[in-house]
Every structure is written in C-alpha cells, then in structure tokens.
C-alpha cells in the first residue's frame, strides 16, 4: 500500500521556523520527484518546492530564501525547513510523489502562522 505521511504542521508566530517531514512507504521512493504543495483557506494548490532523487532542488521565487527542501532516500523522507514564516504561509501543506506515470498525494499537515 502506498503512504505518504505528513507531519510537523502545528500553530506557530510570525518569524518562527517549523520542519515538516513526509514518510514515505509502499514504492521506491528513488525513482520519484518529491514536492510539497500548500494549499492556503479558501485557495487553490500552490507548488511550494521539489526534490529529485540525486538533491536537486527547485522553489517557488516566494520560498526562495525562506524554505529549504531536503530528502534521505535511505530513509524514504523528505523535509521542508521553513524560516521566517508569515500569516500567508498558513495552509495545508501537502507532499506530493511524482515519477511522470504515477502521482501519490499525502493527506496533508496544517501549517497556522498567527500571533
């Protein structure tokens, strides 16, 4: 059975930092494309940042800076280190596993930046 599991998402202030983490479990996690995606009240899906197999990274020009994404493939986890976070970084932060014929969504972890 295929899991993505998220979780780190909890209620933090402006400023703070949070580490999210997504395990993953029932393919190899390898050959996969790994991204997180936010979904923000009352918005559409909005791709945060990626991850290739071998480390390479790409962000959102708004995360720039801000987020770092990470993954242990012997592990079958990917993070996002997020720094600096504001209200409009509050959503449902998703993971997302891409091989380009397969596609599996976690069921997200809620980030609430408020003071």
């Known amino acids: 059975e295929v899991q993505l599991v998220e979780s780190g998402g909890t209620l933090v202030q402006p400023g703070g930092s949070l580490r999210l983490s997504c395990a993953a479990s029932?393919?190899?996690?390898?050959?996969?494309?790994m991204s997180w995606v936010r979904q923000a009240p009352g918005k559409g899906l909005e791709w945060v940042s990626g991850?290739?197999?071998?480390?390479?990274?790409y962000y959102a020009e708004s995360m720039k800076g801000r987020f770092t994404i990470s993954r242990d493939n012997s592990r079958n986890t990917v993070y996002l280190q997020m720094i600096g976070l504001k209200p409009e970084d509050t959503a449902v932060y998703y993971c997302?596993?891409?091989?380009?014929?397969?596609?599996?969504w976690g069921q997200g972890t809620q980030v609430t930046v408020s003071s």
């Open positions: 997302n596993a891409d091989s380009g014929l397969r596609h599996y």
């Open positions: 029932g393919f190899t996690f390898a050959d996969f494309f």
């Open positions: 991850i290739t197999w071998n480390g390479n990274t």
